[in-house]
T-cell receptor, first 113, second 112 residues
Framework: GAVVSQHPSWVICKSGTSVKIECRSL??????MFWYRQFPKQSLMLMAT?????????EQGVEKDKFLINHASLTLSTLTVTSAHPEDSSFYIC?????????FGPGTRLTVL | QKEVEQNSGPLSVPEGAIASLNCTYS??????FFWYRQYSGKSPELIMF????GDKEDGRFTAQLNKASQYVSLLIRDSQPSDSATYLC????????????FGKGTHLIIQP
Protein backbone atom coordinates (compact mmCIF):
# COMPACT_ATOMS: atom_id res chain seq x y z
CA GLY A 1 0.00 0.00 0.00
CA ALA A 2 0.85 3.67 -0.20
CA VAL A 3 3.17 5.23 2.36
CA VAL A 4 2.30 8.39 4.26
CA SER A 5 4.70 9.97 6.71
CA GLN A 6 4.19 12.57 9.41
CA HIS A 7 6.58 14.78 11.26
CA PRO A 8 7.05 15.19 14.13
CA SER A 9 5.77 12.02 15.75
CA TRP A 10 5.31 13.83 19.02
CA VAL A 11 5.63 17.37 20.27
CA ILE A 12 5.32 19.09 23.63
CA CYS A 13 4.82 22.83 23.63
CA LYS A 14 3.85 25.65 25.92
CA SER A 15 0.40 27.16 25.84
CA GLY A 16 0.17 29.99 23.34
CA THR A 17 2.76 28.71 20.92
CA SER A 18 2.13 27.43 17.41
CA VAL A 19 2.95 23.95 16.21
CA LYS A 20 3.35 22.79 12.61
CA ILE A 21 2.75 19.19 11.60
CA GLU A 22 3.83 17.89 8.19
CA CYS A 23 2.19 15.13 6.22
CA ARG A 24 3.89 13.65 3.18
CA SER A 25 2.83 11.05 0.64
CA LEU A 26 6.07 9.24 -0.14
CA UNK A 27 5.30 7.10 -3.16
CA UNK A 28 2.32 8.73 -4.80
CA UNK A 29 0.90 12.14 -5.51
CA UNK A 30 -2.06 13.23 -3.44
CA UNK A 31 -4.25 16.07 -4.61
CA UNK A 32 -6.29 15.57 -1.50
CA MET A 33 -5.18 14.80 2.02
CA PHE A 34 -7.23 14.58 5.19
CA TRP A 35 -6.54 15.69 8.73
CA TYR A 36 -8.06 13.87 11.67
CA ARG A 37 -7.93 14.31 15.40
CA GLN A 38 -8.44 11.60 17.97
CA PHE A 39 -8.83 12.12 21.69
CA PRO A 40 -8.06 9.22 24.06
CA LYS A 41 -10.53 6.35 23.78
CA GLN A 42 -12.58 8.23 21.21
CA SER A 43 -13.13 7.75 17.50
CA LEU A 44 -11.39 9.52 14.66
CA MET A 45 -12.78 12.94 13.92
CA LEU A 46 -12.25 14.46 10.50
CA MET A 47 -11.07 18.03 10.90
CA ALA A 48 -10.52 19.15 7.35
CA THR A 49 -9.84 18.15 3.79
CA UNK A 50 -6.66 19.58 2.35
CA UNK A 51 -6.73 20.33 -1.38
CA UNK A 52 -3.57 20.96 -3.36
CA UNK A 53 -3.48 24.48 -4.68
CA UNK A 54 -6.70 25.62 -3.06
CA UNK A 55 -8.24 26.32 0.30
CA UNK A 56 -8.91 23.54 2.74
CA UNK A 57 -12.44 22.46 3.52
CA UNK A 58 -13.14 22.40 7.24
CA GLU A 59 -15.68 20.29 9.07
CA GLN A 60 -18.34 21.98 11.10
CA GLY A 61 -17.03 23.19 14.44
CA VAL A 62 -13.37 23.25 13.41
CA GLU A 63 -11.88 26.76 13.52
CA LYS A 64 -10.08 27.45 10.26
CA ASP A 65 -8.14 30.34 11.78
CA LYS A 66 -6.82 28.13 14.53
CA PHE A 67 -5.98 25.10 12.44
CA LEU A 68 -4.19 26.42 9.38
CA ILE A 69 -3.78 24.00 6.52
CA ASN A 70 -1.45 24.44 3.59
CA HIS A 71 -1.22 21.96 0.72
CA ALA A 72 1.48 23.51 -1.40
CA SER A 73 2.49 20.46 -3.38
CA LEU A 74 1.14 17.08 -4.44
CA THR A 75 3.12 15.35 -1.72
CA LEU A 76 2.98 17.71 1.24
CA SER A 77 0.26 19.10 3.45
CA THR A 78 0.88 20.95 6.70
CA LEU A 79 -1.35 21.58 9.67
CA THR A 80 -0.45 24.45 11.99
CA VAL A 81 -2.12 24.61 15.36
CA THR A 82 -1.95 28.28 16.22
CA SER A 83 -1.90 29.58 19.78
CA ALA A 84 -2.19 26.06 21.13
CA HIS A 85 -3.94 25.46 24.43
CA PRO A 86 -4.09 22.38 26.64
CA GLU A 87 -7.46 21.40 25.18
CA ASP A 88 -5.74 21.06 21.78
CA SER A 89 -3.68 18.19 23.16
CA SER A 90 -4.60 15.23 21.00
CA PHE A 91 -3.42 12.70 18.44
CA TYR A 92 -3.38 14.31 15.00
CA ILE A 93 -3.39 11.96 12.03
CA CYS A 94 -3.26 12.72 8.32
CA UNK A 95 -4.26 10.44 5.50
CA UNK A 96 -3.98 10.35 1.74
CA UNK A 97 -5.46 8.02 -0.77
CA UNK A 98 -4.90 6.19 -3.95
CA UNK A 99 -7.15 3.86 -5.93
CA UNK A 100 -7.50 1.25 -3.23
CA UNK A 101 -8.11 3.38 -0.20
CA UNK A 102 -6.86 5.95 2.24
CA UNK A 103 -3.60 5.40 4.04
CA PHE A 104 -2.82 6.99 7.34
CA GLY A 105 0.34 8.57 8.54
CA PRO A 106 1.72 7.37 11.87
CA GLY A 107 0.19 10.33 13.70
CA THR A 108 1.53 13.19 15.78
CA ARG A 109 0.88 13.31 19.48
CA LEU A 110 0.58 16.90 20.63
CA THR A 111 0.81 17.81 24.28
CA VAL A 112 0.23 21.43 25.24
CA LEU A 113 1.37 22.35 28.72
CA GLN B 1 -26.15 12.53 5.99
CA LYS B 2 -23.88 9.58 5.45
CA GLU B 3 -23.63 7.30 8.46
CA VAL B 4 -21.64 4.21 9.26
CA GLU B 5 -22.69 2.21 12.28
CA GLN B 6 -20.67 -0.28 14.27
CA ASN B 7 -21.16 -1.90 17.63
CA SER B 8 -18.55 -0.32 19.90
CA GLY B 9 -18.04 -3.52 21.89
CA PRO B 10 -15.93 -4.69 23.48
CA LEU B 11 -16.31 -7.93 21.57
CA SER B 12 -14.55 -10.72 23.39
CA VAL B 13 -13.54 -13.84 21.43
CA PRO B 14 -11.47 -16.81 22.60
CA GLU B 15 -8.15 -17.43 20.90
CA GLY B 16 -8.50 -19.64 17.85
CA ALA B 17 -12.17 -18.81 17.28
CA ILE B 18 -13.71 -16.73 14.51
CA ALA B 19 -14.23 -13.04 15.26
CA SER B 20 -17.11 -11.45 13.37
CA LEU B 21 -17.27 -7.69 13.05
CA ASN B 22 -20.27 -5.97 11.53
CA CYS B 23 -20.98 -2.63 9.95
CA THR B 24 -24.00 -0.99 8.34
CA TYR B 25 -24.08 2.13 6.22
CA SER B 26 -26.77 4.55 5.22
CA UNK B 27 -25.77 5.75 1.74
CA UNK B 28 -27.07 3.26 -0.78
CA UNK B 29 -24.79 4.78 -3.41
CA UNK B 30 -21.64 3.84 -1.52
CA UNK B 31 -19.04 2.31 -3.75
CA UNK B 32 -16.11 1.05 -1.73
CA PHE B 33 -15.76 -0.39 1.72
CA PHE B 34 -12.72 -0.61 3.93
CA TRP B 35 -11.67 -2.19 7.18
CA TYR B 36 -8.95 -0.59 9.25
CA ARG B 37 -7.26 -1.92 12.37
CA GLN B 38 -6.11 0.51 15.03
CA TYR B 39 -3.96 -0.48 17.95
CA SER B 40 -4.08 1.71 21.03
CA GLY B 41 -1.97 4.83 20.54
CA LYS B 42 -1.32 4.09 16.87
CA SER B 43 -2.86 5.30 13.64
CA PRO B 44 -5.26 3.12 11.64
CA GLU B 45 -3.87 0.51 9.28
CA LEU B 46 -5.77 -0.61 6.18
CA ILE B 47 -6.32 -4.37 6.26
CA MET B 48 -9.07 -5.06 3.71
CA PHE B 49 -11.14 -3.38 1.04
CA UNK B 50 -14.06 -4.68 -0.97
CA UNK B 51 -16.04 -3.28 -3.89
CA UNK B 52 -18.32 -6.08 -5.04
CA UNK B 53 -21.05 -8.10 -3.38
CA GLY B 54 -19.87 -11.34 -1.89
CA ASP B 55 -16.80 -12.44 -0.04
CA LYS B 56 -13.18 -11.41 -0.38
CA GLU B 57 -10.53 -13.42 1.41
CA ASP B 58 -7.01 -12.40 2.36
CA GLY B 59 -5.21 -14.79 4.66
CA ARG B 60 -7.15 -15.09 7.92
CA PHE B 61 -9.37 -12.15 6.98
CA THR B 62 -12.60 -12.31 4.98
CA ALA B 63 -14.62 -9.24 4.09
CA GLN B 64 -18.27 -9.74 3.18
CA LEU B 65 -20.42 -7.21 1.39
CA ASN B 66 -24.17 -7.17 0.87
CA LYS B 67 -25.16 -3.96 -0.87
CA ALA B 68 -28.86 -4.80 -0.84
CA SER B 69 -28.78 -4.95 2.94
CA GLN B 70 -26.19 -2.16 3.18
CA TYR B 71 -24.08 -4.39 5.33
CA VAL B 72 -20.38 -5.17 5.39
CA SER B 73 -18.59 -7.52 7.74
CA LEU B 74 -15.10 -8.69 8.59
CA LEU B 75 -14.35 -12.22 9.71
CA ILE B 76 -11.07 -13.07 11.39
CA ARG B 77 -10.34 -16.78 11.48
CA ASP B 78 -8.04 -18.44 14.00
CA SER B 79 -8.06 -15.29 16.14
CA GLN B 80 -4.81 -14.41 17.82
CA PRO B 81 -4.17 -12.16 20.83
CA SER B 82 -2.34 -9.83 18.45
CA ASP B 83 -5.66 -9.26 16.67
CA SER B 84 -6.90 -7.41 19.74
CA ALA B 85 -7.49 -3.86 18.51
CA THR B 86 -10.21 -1.48 17.42
CA TYR B 87 -11.55 -2.21 13.95
CA LEU B 88 -12.87 0.70 11.93
CA CYS B 89 -15.30 0.30 9.08
CA UNK B 90 -15.07 3.00 6.40
CA UNK B 91 -17.20 3.73 3.38
CA UNK B 92 -16.47 5.72 0.25
CA UNK B 93 -19.43 7.18 -1.57
CA UNK B 94 -17.61 8.93 -4.37
CA UNK B 95 -17.72 12.65 -5.00
CA UNK B 96 -14.16 13.28 -6.08
CA UNK B 97 -12.29 14.76 -3.17
CA UNK B 98 -14.65 13.42 -0.53
CA UNK B 99 -13.05 11.44 2.19
CA UNK B 100 -14.16 8.23 3.76
CA UNK B 101 -16.96 8.06 6.28
CA PHE B 102 -15.79 6.12 9.30
CA GLY B 103 -17.70 4.18 11.89
CA LYS B 104 -16.72 4.66 15.51
CA GLY B 105 -15.02 1.29 15.61
CA THR B 106 -15.46 -2.02 17.39
CA HIS B 107 -13.06 -2.88 20.17
CA LEU B 108 -12.06 -6.54 19.77
CA ILE B 109 -10.44 -8.53 22.57
CA ILE B 110 -8.98 -11.96 21.86
CA GLN B 111 -8.77 -13.93 25.06
CA PRO B 112 -5.76 -16.30 25.34
Amino acid sequence: GAVVSQHPSWVICKSGTSVKIECRSLDFQATTMFWYRQFPKQSLMLMATSNEGSKATYEQGVEKDKFLINHASLTLSTLTVTSAHPEDSSFYICSAGDLIGQFFGPGTRLTVL
Amino acid sequence: QKEVEQNSGPLSVPEGAIASLNCTYSDRGSQSFFWYRQYSGKSPELIMFIYSNGDKEDGRFTAQLNKASQYVSLLIRDSQPSDSATYLCAVYSGGGADGLTFGKGTHLIIQP
